[in-house]
């Protein structure tokens, strides 16, 4: 395994529930991010933090909410999202985001599914 | 090769071939290139990555290879096994923070 972890890998939900996604490395990484990974369409970035700092947020709406306690931990917090939001939630880190040549390492992704 | 659209490339070779995967990269000030591979149900796992002042790289029974003329990588997948099946998504980095950017992937599927 990558020392990556995400939880939890499966969730359903409706258009008016709040739900967060975990995630955690154990790499000793600073830098960590969110993306989408939608069927055929490339990985998107979402979100990227660097020292608990959210350094780009990549023009995603305001139902999802990023935060970074720590250097360790990771959230997507979700709300009122829409049918089109269905897709696998990657969380990846790397040593420090600042770096620009830098193998980031993958969870296992949520797979989420909004009804 | 990578491409833009409603398919992804696929990549059919029978076991204990060796298996070429193309990428065509968008950015020329891109410095550095890595190559996932991505099983069923699994996140993208780092296999190979190449910097720009290089243009051939090696690991085990994996070669990759940069021509930054054309913006061109390739993935060599030596004695290709069922194992090896799955999406490879190449991806290019080093001009933004920490940001990369990915290919839509090829699905490489090996007969045994």
């Known amino acids: 395994e990558t020392g990556v972890t995400q939880t939890p890998r499966h969730l359903v939900m409706g258009m008016t529930n709040k739900k967060s996604l975990k995630c955690e490395q154990h790499l000793g990484h600073n830098a960590m991010y969110w993306y989408k990974q939608s069927a055929k369409k490339p990985l998107e970035l979402m979100f990227v933090?660097?020292?608990?700092?959210?350094?780009e947020n990549n023009s995603v709406p305001s139902r999802f909410s990023p935060e970074c306690p720590n250097s360790s931990h990771l959230f997507l917090h979700l709300h009122t999202l829409q049918p089109e939001d269905s897709a696998l939630y990657l969380c990846a880190s790397s040593p420090m985001a600042g770096a620009s040549q830098e193998t980031q390492y993958f969870g296992p992704g949520t797979r989420l599914l909004v009804l | 090769g990578e491409s833009v659209g409603l398919h992804l490339p696929t990549l059919s070779v029978q076991e204990g071939d060796n298996s070429i995967i193309n990428c065509a990269y968008s950015?020329?000030?891109?410095?550095?290139f890595i190559w996932y591979k991505q099983e069923s149900g699994k996140g993208p796992q780092f296999i190979i990555d190449?910097?720009?002042?290089?243009d051939k790289r090696q690991g085990q029974r994996v070669t990759v290879l940069l021509n930054k003329t054309v913006k061109h990588l390739s993935l060599q997948i030596a004695a290709t096994q069922p194992g090896d099946s799955a999406v490879y998504f190449c991806?290019?980095?080093?001009?933004?923070?920490?940001?990369?950017?990915f290919g839509q992937g090829t699905i490489l599927t090996v007969h045994p």
């Open positions: 950015n020329s000030a891109s410095d550095y």
């Open positions: 991806a290019e980095g080093g001009t933004s923070y920490g940001k990369l950017t």
């Open positions: 190449i910097r720009s002042n290089m």
């Open positions: 933090y660097s020292l608990e700092e959210r350094v």
